[in-house]
């Protein structure tokens, strides 16, 4: 993630993080009185599949990379999502993780709209065992802009698949406002290539926006690999995974039909991030569904 695109999204958080929860948000998606039978508890995430979008500990890697990278493997993490190198070399990360037996599928990068810039981005991630790169935060004024980004999303997309690799495309809650009579995250949905380009979902932002994720799932089935896990307190606010009103049981119980395959813990604020990082771990790996 470069500055102007980490500047950017701190921006929009502080902002979003202070508004109410989403009107008429139901009790379907949230963790209380859930109408009609309750699926059937039992499954598990696979661990190997629990991963942290490092975002959730950027003032650690700061300050240690190594540091932090080892009390996460401690935990139990098998996958880290990363949110810049913080000055390491693609190769010497790669060593570490190794050495820690840690894998990165995906990591939040800018998608430059120069070839070469972004044939140096592919290598990089090629370098680091990723299958994706993920355009973290994107805006728009008018439907123009995303119908212009659904474009450069499928030509990155080309140029990935060449390398093996693919794009996704990660979700705040602004992209299921109408413009027009139209939500942005739809136009992304129907013009992407399904063969080229991935998505994030948020769960914590869909929700916000007061968007049910099972019924993203209905409308667009296995275009959900990769996820993003938050907690949510009562007022809206962020909260460690395992905390406040979200039922991820319930979401995780389609998670087939999602085609979700990784589950990234986040944490967008930073109160006690190995704290978060610890209790999230711990919860996920108790959840059943």
Same mark, same amino acid.
């Given at each position: ?8 999204? &701190? ?46 500990? &950027? ?34 990360? &790669? ?7 840690? &894998? ?186």
């Amino acid at each position: 993630m470069d500055r102007s695109t980490e500047h950017s999204r &701190r921006g929009f958080l502080r902002t979003a993080t202070g508004t109410a929860i989403a009107a008429g948000a139901s009790a379907a998606w949230m963790g209380t009185a859930v109408a009609g039978t309750p699926p059937a508890r039992g499954r598990h995430l696979p661990p190997s599949k629990i991963g942290i979008q490092l975002y959730t500990m &950027r003032n650690l890697m700061s300050e240690s990379v190594e540091d932090t990278l080892t009390f996460l493997s401690r935990v139990g993490y098998a996958e880290v999502e990363f949110a810049g190198l913080h000055g390491y070399s693609p190769e010497r990360m &790669r060593d570490l993780l190794q050495h820690l037996k840690l &894998r990165a599928p995906s990591s939040h990068d800018s998608i430059p709209s120069n070839r070469d810039q972004l044939e140096q981005l592919l290598e990089q991630a090629r370098t680091l065992g990723q299958r994706w790169i993920v355009l973290p935060y994107f805006a728009a004024d008018d439907l123009a802009g995303y119908h212009q980004l659904a474009e450069r999303l499928n030509w990155a997309g080309e140029a990935a698949r060449k390398h093996g690799l693919r794009v996704g495309y990660h979700n705040h809650a602004h992209e299921f406002d109408s413009l027009g009579g139209t939500r942005p995250y739809d136009v992304l949905l129907r013009e992407t290539d399904p063969h080229l380009v991935d998505f994030e979902l948020d769960v914590y932002w869909a929700i916000k926006a007061g968007v049910d994720p099972v019924e993203l799932f209905d409308h667009a089935p296995g275009r959900f690999p990769l996820s993003h896990i938050k907690g949510m307190a009562a007022d809206g606010s962020f909260a460690d995974v395992g905390e406040g009103v979200l039922d991820y049981g319930r979401i995780f119980a389609e998670k087939e039909r999602a085609g979700m395959h990784h589950y990234f813990v986040e944490r967008d604020d930073l109160p006690h991030p190995r704290e978060t990082a610890e209790d999230s771990y711990r919860h996920l790996r108790q959840l059943t569904f």
